[in-house]
């Protein structure tokens, strides 16, 4: 999932050559350019706006790891130091803040 900054036709080339669904909004500069066109400017990429609300949740959650320092600067080498580092980083939250 991306924001409309990633909206290119490089990037969803990119992801249509690996299989990978896209859920980016296209900008409306680049729909009125695609009209412009008519039928030489070519289908317009699928977006599913269910999919792209997900997208919220999981920018929130990585904006409430961030506020810890050592999971924003990742000091920690090992992958599986930095891995528990995230896992207490996430308890603290889930204490702090939890879901009724």
Known sequence: MGDKAYS??????????????AVIPIKKDQAASRRK????????????????????????CFNKLRQFRAVAMRFDKRVRIYQGTIDVASIRIWLRDPVP
Do not use: M, Q
């Not at 990037?11 to 669904?21: C, G, S």
């Open 8 to 21: 290119s036709k490089g990037n969803h080339a990119y992801l249509r050559r690996r299989r990978i669904k």
């Open 37 to 60: 066109l008519g039928s030489a400017g070519g289908r317009p990429p699928a977006f599913d706006p269910e999919a792209y609300k997900g997208r919220n949740t999981v920018e929130r």
